[in-house]
């Protein structure tokens, strides 16, 4: 399916807009009229964009506008108009057209519009494919975003690991997405149909923990008016994930030790065994063993929550996973205030990947949701890499040079013609530097 529908009677315009587009590298069909552009439509799809001659023999330009927009109304309808058209065609804008070239139009004029109209619709296009993957994800679970080395070991572990009943611990920095990884561990397991419960151990007051865990019996203290379901109970069948597990009180850790070990559990008040059947994910952004050393956490209790750890990578160890974050960060915001999602210049890509994120993924979603609210990425200084390790610039250079290609491709979704217009670099240049940085244009396609 071509990009471009193009609608003109005059054979010599379609003649010459033809051989502009071919040199161009626009994919386009040519109509001569209204009707043979609509059987088209209806035969094999709608184009991303339309242009079309206001005056035509039978259903004129306006018609086909309605006609369009009624079918979809997202897709930009680019006006062709004589001298005596221009109060037409400004109606038309109202009427949800994109733009309007008066005749006689230079061709650079109506390739420039031609090429924002395409950026636009393909903006909407990847919104629209957001939402879909968003309702999606409901069912499938959460994505781990990256290509990074230790994003690749991480996906890999949680693939051989997910679908048994073993209990895991996660170790990262704040913002590191550790309820990503559970939720991703959870959706990937048998237990998917059933609850995943979180609980943030450090939220909770000390004197409520065992209630909010395990539930309490009506009358078991002042203001338990009510029984109470707590969370393992809740999660039976299904995944527990303790956050900030490093924060539960000593006395708490002791009960959880018992319930890990035998699986039933005792609501307050009451002095009925109740067998459970979950899986324990725990999070943490300490070193639990190093805190049992020093008496801040049980030290039984680490080993039995010590099966399986995964470690997860600060932003600051995967920037080259930065430009692909930032643009599904960019799309997710996008979708949810109903704005349009700009791609970044290159200055600001440069300018997130020279950050040392102390935030991580947290961090850069926040950042993300500015720039489509406020167009700007708002303050964010550039980090400092001084002391030893630093890449040389012809590294630093070439690294970031692959990241905004990978960006370019992922966005257009490998299609090379539109990476190139984006880019301004020929094609042979494209090629070149794909092969030098080893991408391949279909490992970006959906």
């Known amino acids: 399916m071509e990009d471009i529908f193009f609608i003109d009677d005059e054979s010599d315009i379609r003649v010459a807009i033809e051989q502009s587009f071919e040199l161009e590298d626009l994919s386009a069909r040519f109509f001569a009229d209204a009707e043979s552009a609509l059987m088209a439509i209806k035969e094999s799809g709608m184009p991303k964009v339309v242009i079309t001659d206001i005056c035509l023999p039978g259903l004129s330009g306006e018609n086909l506008l309605s006609s369009i927009l009624h079918q979809d109304p997202d897709v930009p309808v680019i006006l062709i108009t004589g001298h005596g058209d221009i109060a037409m065609a400004v ?3 109202r009427n949800g057209a994109y733009d309007f070239i008066e005749k006689p139009f230079a061709i650079d004029r109506l390739i420039d519009t031609t090429r924002r109209a395409m950026e636009k619709r393909n903006l909407t296009l990847e919104n629209h494919a957001l939402k879909r993957s968003l309702k999606a994800s ?12 230790h994003i690749q070991a991480l996906r890999q572990t949680i693939s051989h690991i997910a679908d048994t009943n073993a209990d895991i611990l ?20 048998s237990r998917r149909e059933q609850n995943f419960v979180a609980i943030n151990c450090g939220a909770v007051p000390e004197n409520l923990i065992e209630s909010e865990l395990y539930g309490h019996e009506k009358g078991a203290f002042t203001g ?11 999660a039976h069948g299904g995944t527990l994930f303790l956050d900030e597990i490093e924060a539960m009180p000593m006395q708490a850790q002791i009960r959880l030790l018992r319930v890990l070990q035998e699986r039933v559990i005792e609501r307050v008040g009451s ?8 899986r324990v994910i725990a999070a943490t952004k300490v070193d639990l063993k190093h805190a049992a050393t020093k008496g801040e956490f049980r030290q039984d209790l680490y080993y039995r929550l010590n099966v399986v750890t995964l470690d997860l990578p600060p932003l600051r160890q995967r920037k080259d996973d930065i430009p692909a974050l930032f643009h599904h960060f960019l799309l997710v915001a996008a979708a949810r205030y109903g704005k349009d999602a700009a791609s970044i210049p290159s200055a600001d890509l440069n300018t997130l990947v020279s950050h040392d994120w102390p935030g991580n993924v947290r961090e850069l979603r926040n950042c993300a949701e500015r720039f489509v609210l406020l167009g700007k990425l708002g303050e964010l200084s550039a980090s400092s890499n001084d002391g030893d390790g630093i890449s040389p610039l012809a590294q630093q250079v070439a690294d970031f040079e692959k990241m905004v290609i990978e960006q370019a491709l992922s966005s257009n979704e490998g299609r090379i013609n539109e990476t190139m217009q984006q880019l301004q670099v020929a094609r042979k240049t ?16 959906e």
Do not use: C, W
Request: no cysteine; aromatic share 8%; net charge neutral.
């Open 170 to 189: 996660l170790f990262g920095e704040t913002g590191t997405g550790k309820e990503l990884v559970a939720r991703s561990i959870h959706e990937q397991s």
């Open 224 to 234: 338990a008016d009510s029984k109470r379901i707590g969370k393992f109970e809740h």
């Open 91 to 93: 109606n038309a804008l």
């Open 138 to 149: 409901q069912t499938l679970g959460p994505r781990i975003i990256g290509d990074n080395g």
């Open 271 to 278: 002095n009925q065994l109740i067998p459970i059947d979950i």
């Open 430 to 445: 494209l090629y070149d530097k794909m092969q030098k940085y080893g991408l391949d244009k279909s490992d970006f396609k």
